[in-house]
């Protein structure tokens, strides 16, 4: 049973990357795999030692220390490519290095004693590839200042931190939220369909599509532009756009790109415009200190 259950975690995780291929949240499914995962190693792991018996011991620590040299490599493969399954460079070769060169390992290990079979072969290939897995995480950040940058990734090799991937026109992070925007939401969410579009001028958070549970036309571009697929960074940053140039400036024309994306509610956080008037091309409908909500008038929308 803790078998089967372990190889369903390492299919789901690396299955995820492969299907989704959109960045680096895919990753989260192999991370949230791996704590489950490090428990059943180690009592396989022990299992398979007790299994081999003690004139086998030797090789294990042989097998064990080449796993660790593996390990070093792949990294250094890791960090020549970029995010997704194939992406720049090798880093999409880095598995499967790993695992070859781990069969290789446990193969010769068990063809080194008088006696041969496919269960020590398997024993031993399983103690490499477990091996291998345990210094990673301090390999990796040894090998960050080497990997090599591609536009669209926040870090070919780990997690890194800086305060913009991309430069954003919203340059207000402010940490939680007024009353007056929750009761925004709140009125939104009671008036709006669940399938309607908003737009705003909160784009470098996620504050508007959490308080109104719609979907919105460009949020969260801190996270959405390092974290999403590469090739949609662009579009990100010119819907962002789009969304500021009509609130900063409401015209048909700065218009057009809203209602060519279907957008029915524009969120306006009035902090971060000085402008107080949209119509006739959006009227308001809730007005507070810290958020109008606007209805788009879709029925000037393609109108020379």
Do not use: H
Not at 124 to 134: E, K, S, W
Not at 153 to 168: E, K
């Amino acid at each position: 049973m803790a078998t089967a259950y372990a190889a369903g975690l390492v299919v789901v995780g690396v299955t995820s990357i492969a299907v989704l291929s959109g960045g680096f949240n895919d990753l989260w499914f192999a991370v949230a795999a791996s704590a489950p995962l490090a428990v059943l190693s180690t009592d396989g792991i022990a299992r398979a030692v007790t299994w081999l018996g003690p004139d086998r011991r030797r090789r294990v620590v042989v097998v064990v220390l080449l796993g660790l040299v593996v390990a070093v490599g792949v990294a250094a493969v890791w960090s020549t490519g970029a995010t997704g399954v194939i992406g720049d460079g090798w880093r999409w070769a880095g598995p499967l290095i790993g695992i070859c060169l781990g069969i290789v390992i446990g193969l010769c290990a068990a063809l080194a004693g008088r006696t041969w079979s496919l269960r020590s072969a398997l024993a031993f290939t399983i103690i490499a590839l477990v091996a291998m897995a345990i210094p990673s995480r301090a390999i990796y950040a040894l090998a960050e200042p080497f990997s090599r940058a591609t536009a669209g990734i926040w870090s070919p090799v780990l997690f890194t931190t800086q305060d913009d991937f991309v430069t954003l026109i919203d340059q207000d992070l402010t940490p939680g939220w007024t009353d007056q925007q929750a009761a925004a939401g709140a009125w939104l969410r009671a008036n709006a369909r669940a399938d309607d579009l908003v737009a705003t001028n909160m784009t470098r958070s996620a504050l508007v599509p959490a308080l109104t549970r719609l979907p919105t036309f460009a949020s969260d571009l801190r996270l959405q532009t390092p974290y999403g697929r590469a090739d949609d960074v662009a579009l990100a940053l010119d819907r962002e756009a789009a969304a500021w140039l009509f609130i900063d400036a409401p015209s048909r024309e700065s218009l057009e790109p809203l209602c060519a994306a279907g957008v029915d509610w524009i969120w306006v956080d009035p902090n971060r415009t000085p402008v107080d008037s949209w119509e006739p091309f959006a009227i308001p409908t809730w007005t507070s200190a810290d958020a109008i909500i606007l209805a788009v008038d879709t029925s000037l929308c393609g109108k020379p």
